[in-house]
């Protein structure tokens, strides 16, 4: 099992462009969370979504951002018109059920904007 | 609120000197907890949930509810040990509410 995967590992945008970060859960794996790592500081929560759902978003910023897992293919988290505070590591984790199960994470993905 | 405090961010000591990394948390319901491991270039990787009451490399933590504290505790630091810690709290939701993590830093 190859573990969680998110690509790219690493993505330059200019502020104003669109960011699409991707999270291959582990083989199995129906549940998808979120996580964002600004600098100097520890990982939120954004969104968690399971199979098509999204079951929580209470950590997505209300504007710009948006996250899908469809019934095939990868779990996208995407972000439009990106400034420069967006730059952080963004973390994906898939657990094979909800709650207490659990996530299992990814290498993250490093977003810098310039 | 749903809050996870590591009151530490850098703990340094040296190898074979015991060593206790401080979380705690504040939540209304009964608390699944949890600590984080992630060592150089690796992933983040659970070390061990308080549920399971296991002990992992050495590392043991025991909830207290009366001091809501969720204290890694290891009585001899090994230079592998080196890494960021995070202890993280399960909402009902099943996010997880992270600390800010403390740096271990052991000597040799």
């Known amino acids: 099992n190859a573990g969680v995967m998110q690509n790219p590992r690493h993505l330059v945008r200019r502020r104003g462009q669109e960011a699409r970060l991707r999270c291959s859960p582990m083989k199995g794996h129906s549940h998808v969370y979120w996580y964002r790592q600004l600098p100097e500081e520890g990982l939120k929560f954004m969104v968690y979504?399971?199979?098509?759902?999204?079951?929580?978003e209470s950590g997505m910023p209300k504007e710009r951002f948006s996250a899908e897992f469809p019934k095939e293919g990868p779990s996208i988290l995407r972000i439009q018109q990106v400034v420069r505070g967006d730059s952080a590591a963004y973390f994906c984790a898939s657990s094979p059920r909800g709650q207490t199960y659990e996530q299992y994470f990814g290498p993250g993905t490093r977003l810098t904007v310039t | 609120a749903q809050r996870v405090t590591q009151p530490e961010k850098l703990l340094s000591v040296f190898k074979g000197a015991p060593v206790e990394l401080k979380c705690n948390y504040s939540?209304?319901?009964?608390?699944?907890l949890f600590w984080y491991v992630q060592y150089s270039r690796q992933r983040l990787q659970l070390l061990l949930r308080?549920?399971s009451r296991e002990s992992i490399k050495g590392f043991t933590a025991d909830l207290n509810k009366g001091e809501t504290s969720f204290h890694l505790k290891k009585p001899f630091a090994q230079e592998e040990d080196s890494a960021m810690y995070y202890c993280?709290?399960?909402?009902?939701?099943?996010?997880?509410?992270f600390g800010q993590g403390t740096t271990l830093q052991v000597k040799p």
């Open positions: 939540y209304s319901g009964s608390p699944e």
């Open positions: 979504l399971q199979k098509e759902n999204i079951i929580d």
């Open positions: 308080h549920i």
């Open positions: 993280a709290l399960m909402s009902n939701t099943g996010k997880l509410i």
